[in-house]
């Protein structure tokens, strides 16, 4: 569908701007939570498989969330959904520094989930329409926003950690940031169309096998992505052994390749091509994970995170673009039909590693999310929608 009626060039700019605005949003919201989860975990006393367990929680409201959400930003659009899912997203997070019990943070991340993911579908369906109206490939730039505020918020994460403010008003400080970021953004974000708007939908559409492809690249790419974002923190504390100031420094180093590899993404892949680019993510997240595995020392396992950062990082961007465009059915469900195939991989990822970890060893759970990573390659070379 082409936007582009909606933005003159004069304006094009601002469109850009809004639609980042909410991809920070989310990265500042989500690395919030993820550098606080040794905190937490400590806090209310969980062992490796608990604590796996109960992250089960937030892939699940996203799985669950999947289906009505494409609908949603398809029946309503995706800027009404866009709005409305920042809020709750920025509300729920400061919910989640208040819990005093399993079971409510349980309930917290399920909602986060929910949220988040209605998100998703609609920033990245605004990410696509605007990305029509450049005419070009900026949908890693968009990603790597998320990325730049996911490494502001570790940074932040780190210092409240250093001078020991707790969650609740970590996440508070986060919450408020993100209001006022919404609420600037909000007016300058692509209209929809009248086409699409209230356009009648089905909720459940089953993927055809192109789209079906692009799902497994982002399912192999997001079981690395998630153990990441969860068990960075855990592994450098108990695999690596390092001291309490230094247990983001993990989480640190891979959100900032993974930023910068977003930055430079569109660029990379426009010079060797988007298959080629997949391969070698692949192949990165994969060598890098075992480098931190056969290696659990401060320095090469930092190094290994940075190399898992870079691999990663252009690997949704790319699969999401080439879904946003499918001739078979509209962005926001074709998204939505990708993200459910992709985030099973969100889903398995972090209670894989609580798991084994807990009948075996934490460095078997890394070593195994390496070798799944590792198949990006192989199915980027069978993709037909990536050229």
Not at 192 to 201: F, P
Request: charged letters at 10%; a positive charge; one cysteine or more.
């Amino acid at each position: 569908m082409n936007y582009s009626i909606f933005a003159p060039s004069d304006s094009r700019k601002y469109l850009r701007l809004a639609v980042s605005a909410f991809f920070f949003v989310q990265g500042l919201s989500f690395a919030a939570w993820a550098s606080r989860i040794p905190d937490i975990k400590n806090m209310l006393h969980l062992t490796e498989g608990g604590l796996g367990t109960v992250l089960l929680a937030l892939p699940i409201g996203l799985m669950a969330s999947l289906p009505i959400s494409g609908w949603m930003v398809t029946h309503y659009g995706s800027k009404k959904m866009v709005l409305i899912g920042a809020i709750l997203y920025a509300v729920t997070l400061s919910f989640i520094g208040f819990v005093t019990r399993t079971e409510h943070l349980v309930i917290a991340l399920f909602a986060f989930g929910l949220w988040g993911n209605l998100t998703n579908i609609a920033v990245n369906t605004q990410a696509v329409a605007v990305e029509q109206v450049y005419g070009k490939s900026i949908m890693a730039s968009f990603h790597g926003l998320w990325s730049l505020a996911g490494f502001v918020s570790a940074m932040i994460g780190s210092f409240f950690i250093s001078v020991s403010i707790p969650p609740h008003i970590h996440f508070s400080v986060i919450a408020l940031a993100a209001f006022i970021i919404i609420f600037t953004a909000y007016k300058h974000t692509m209209p929809d169309s009248e086409k699409s708007e209230g356009e009648a939908q089905p909720m459940f559409v089953k993927p055809d096998r192109d789209l079906l492809m692009l799902g497994l690249i982002g399912f192999c790419a997001m079981v690395c992505e998630g153990a990441m974002f969860d068990w960075s923190g855990v592994y450098f504390q108990e695999a690596v052994h390092v001291p309490a100031s230094l247990t983001t420094l993990g989480y640190v180093a891979f959100m900032g390749t993974m930023t910068g590899g977003r930055f430079a993404g569109d660029w990379l892949a426009n010079r060797i091509g988007r298959k080629k680019m997949l391969q070698i993510s692949g192949s990165l997240m994969g060598l890098g994970l075992a480098i931190a595995v056969l290696f659990p020392f401060l320095v090469p396992a930092t190094f290994g995170f940075l190399l898992v950062g870079f691999g990663v990082s252009s690997v949704v961007p790319l699969v999401y673009s080439a879904a946003g465009k499918s001739n078979t059915m509209s962005a926001g469900m074709a998204l939505a039909a990708v993200s459910s195939i992709s985030f099973i991989g969100f889903l398995i990822g972090p209670p894989l590693i609580g798991i084994v970890a807990q009948f075996a060893d934490l460095r078997w759970s890394f070593g195994i999310v390496g070798v799944l990573a590792s198949l990006t390659a192989f199915l980027s070379s069978k993709a037909k929608l990536i050229q």
